[in-house]
């Protein structure tokens, strides 16, 4: 129950700093179009390679400190805004190992792998939080 509450105040306190349905529908159109690339192109676990770097180009985009290559393929993004608290945000990059038969104009080009629990759509939000997050420095403090 306490992770709830928790989870509740961060999610009112970070709309609170932004403008976010202006933000969100402003980058929806592109973060749409990066789940159908990551939905296409999915990696087992410890093996996101691809992944991982896509995810890296991202972050360092908006001006995120990017170390790569933790653990495996895992990867740290760090964006300083000055003292205060410090956010962390994650997300899961692997798929599983399933054939991939919706017949979706974006389904998976790796045959035996395919993206069935979310974490493409989980990829896709991080990517939108860490936009929303770099390009409204103005409105928060922290890393």
Known sequence: MKSIVRLSFITI?????VNHAQT???????????CKEFHQYPELSL???ITSKRIGEELRKLGFEVTEKVGRYGLVGILKNGEGKKLLIRTDMDALPIDENTGLPFSSNNKGVMHACGHD?????????????????N???GT
């Open 13 to 17: 306190l970070f709309l609170t700093i």
């Open 24 to 34: 969100v529908d402003e980058i929806y159109p592109y973060l749409e179009k990066l």
């Open 47 to 49: 093996q996101e390679e």
């Open 121 to 137: 759509i989980h990829m896709s939000v991080f990517i939108g939080v860490a936009n929303i997050l770099a390009n409204n420095k």
């Open 139 to 141: 409105n928060w403090k």
